[in-house]
Nanobody, 118 residues
C-alpha cells in the first residue's frame, strides 16, 4: 500500500501561482507514473498532468503552458507548479500513482483544495 500526501493548496487570486506537492510512502517511487487530477464541483475528475518514470510529461490542453509537473525521485515527491491561475482552475486536486508491478498498482491521495478568486 502506498500513501500519497498532498500539500500546497490554498486560496489565490487570478493570475497568481501555487505549487502543489505530493509525497509518497514507498521505496519504489521511481517506477510509478505520477499524475495530478482535479475535480470541480458537479464535474468529473479529470487528468491535469502526468509524468512517467522516464520523465515524459503529458498535460491537459487547458493547462498546457501554465502548469508544470516534475518529480524528485530522491525525495519520493511529485510537484505541480501552477502559474497564471484562472477561476476555472478551482477544484480539489488529487495525486495519483500508477504502476504495473506485481499486478496493477493504483493509488490516490486525499486531495487538496485550490481556490482561485477572480
Amino acid at each position: 500500500q502506498v500513501q500519497l500526501v498532498e500539500s500546497g493548496g490554498g486560496l489565490v487570486q487570478a493570475g497568481g501561482s501555487l505549487r502543489l506537492s505530493c509525497a509518497a510512502s514507498t521505496s519504489i517511487f521511481s517506477i510509478f507514473t505520477m499524475g495530478w487530477y482535479r475535480q470541480a464541483p458537479g464535474k468529473q475528475r479529470e487528468l491535469v498532468a502526468s509524468i512517467t518514470s522516464g520523465g515524459s510529461t503529458n498535460y491537459a490542453a487547458s493547462v498546457k503552458g501554465r502548469f508544470t509537473i516534475s518529480r524528485d525521485n530522491a525525495k519520493n515527491t511529485v510537484y505541480l507548479q501552477m502559474n497564471s491561475l484562472k477561476a476555472e482552475d478551482t477544484a480539489v486536486y488529487y495525486c495519483n500513482a500508477k504502476a504495473a508491478y506485481k499486478g496493477v498498482q493504483n493509488f490516490w491521495g486525499q486531495g487538496t483544495q485550490v481556490t482561485v478568486s477572480s
